[in-house]
Structure formats: structure tokens, C-alpha cells
């Protein structure tokens, strides 16, 4: 089975930018959730999507929007960049039902992100 | 609030000897906790959890994890460190109460293991 899938691996912008990052999760998982990773801050909650809803959100500005589609795969978008949001960004799919033995996130690789 | 605790940003060990990063949480119910390991320029691998049953969790590549609930702490171990277990190791802990479920992640903590 494929795993999680990110797209594109690494991608340079300016200040006031815009940028779509893309995420396809594991066939059959249903939900997908994003995360800022930076050396300083860890990794951060952005949002989560499941069934094309968003179930849960970070602490984020209004900057930061994502969205999912009916196959699962999701996109974050995040407008007027600065370079504060340089970063890794993650991409996580589970089935999301919260049963116990399905209480595991699965990530991709990552978007690096580097705003000049 | 649901927190989680590495408190270790790093930790040094000899090649074959055991290791044990460390972790505690603060979640209200009962806790489901994860471990994973991150190797550079890497996404983030799924080693093991905990969520019911036998306090002591094998996972992947040789991990385990005990579960502690009186000290609240859910330390990862290895009886013997090898050098390519040298990586970044977050602890994450979710609560089943009520309607928040989000993964609550530690900072990590950097693992090295010298030959």
C-alpha cells in the first residue's frame, strides 16, 4: 500500500506570496491532518480534515486555510507569506474514526518551505 | 490541558548500551500515547502505542514502551542502542474525553548513540 504522499517536496517563495501544498493520504484513510515543524517550535497543529470537513484547528492566523476533497486528498494553502513561515510542513493521514486500533497517524515526507 | 514533556532536548549513548528517552503527559481521561522517529530531511515513522491493555508496548525496530499511569510517563526504551537509531524522537499523547482529540506532540528529543 502507498504511504503518504506530499507535493512538492521543497518550493522557495518571496514575502507576500501565496503557496499550495498537496497531500495524498493512504488509500481508505479518511483523514487528513497538517503540522508546522520548525526547529524552535517543534511540531504545531495546523488543521484537520476529515469526510471534506474541518474537524480541528490550530492556533494558525487566517493565513493558514486548507481544504479536502471527496477522494481525501487535502491541500493547505497559505497566503501573503512571510518569513516566519518558513518551515517543514507535514502532512498526516489516519482512518480518523477514533477506534483504538486505528489511533495512528501516518505521515508523509514533508513540504520544505523557504520564504525569502 | 492536554501537555506533553520531553525533558531532554538530547541524549548520548554508547553504542550497545540501553537507552531511554522520556516522556509525561497531563491529559484528561484516559491517554492514548504514540512515539515517533524522524530521521533527517525525513517525515515523522510510526514506532509504537499505547492506548489499553499490558502496560509494557513493543514496537518497531527493536523499541518498547512502558506505561506508567501513577507517574504519568510513557518512556521509550531499547536494551541495546545501535548507531542508526541516531535520530529526533517525539512523544504524543491524545485524550478520549470529550470532543478534543488532537495529537498533542513533545518538542523532541535528539538522540545520539556514538560507536
Known amino acids: 500500500k502507498a504511504g503518504v504522499t506530499q507535493t512538492p517536496r521543497y518550493l522557495i517563495k518571496t514575502r507576500g506570496q501565496q503557496v499550495t501544498l498537496s497531500c495524498s493520504p493512504i488509500?481508505?484513510?479518511?483523514?487528513v491532518s497538517w503540522y508546522q515543524q520548525t526547529p524552535g517550535q517543534g511540531l504545531q497543529f495546523l488543521f484537520e480534515y476529515f469526510s471534506e470537513t474541518q474537524r480541528n484547528k490550530g492556533n494558525f492566523p487566517g493565513r493558514f486555510s486548507g481544504r479536502q476533497f471527496s477522494n481525501s486528498r487535502s491541500e493547505m494553502n497559505v497566503s501573503t507569506l512571510e518569513l516566519g513561515d518558513s518551515a517543514l510542513y507535514l502532512c498526516?493521514?489516519?482512518?480518523?474514526?477514533?477506534?483504538?486500533?486505528?489511533?495512528?497517524?501516518?505521515f508523509g515526507p514533508g513540504t520544505r518551505l523557504l520564504v525569502l | 490541558a492536554q501537555s506533553v514533556a520531553q525533558p531532554e532536548d538530547q541524549v548520548n549513548v554508547a553504542e550497545g548500551n540501553p537507552l531511554t528517552v522520556k516522556c509525561t503527559y497531563s491529559v484528561s481521561g484516559n491517554p492514548y500515547l504514540f512515539w515517533y522517529v524522524q530521521y533527517p530531511n525525513r517525515g515523522l515513522q510510526f514506532l509504537l502505542k499505547?492506548?489499553?491493555?499490558d502496560n509494557l508496548v513493543k514496537g518497531s525496530y527493536g523499541f518498547e514502551a512502558e506505561f506508567n499511569k501513577s507517574q504519568t510517563s510513557f518512556h521509550l526504551k531499547k536494551p541495546s542502542a545501535l548507531v542508526s537509531d541516531s535520530a529526533l524522537y517525539f512523544c504524543?499523547?491524545?485524550?478520549?474525553?470529550?470532543?478534543?482529540?488532537?495529537?498533542?506532540w513533545g518538542l523532541g528529543t535528539s538522540l545520539a548513540v556514538n560507536p
Open positions: 498526516a493521514s489516519s482512518f480518523g474514526v477514533w477506534r483504538p486500533r486505528d489511533e495512528t497517524q501516518y
Open positions: 499505547y492506548i489499553t491493555g
Open positions: 504524543a499523547v491524545r485524550g478520549n474525553a470529550g470532543n478534543n482529540r488532537k495529537l498533542i
Open positions: 488509500s481508505g484513510h479518511r483523514s
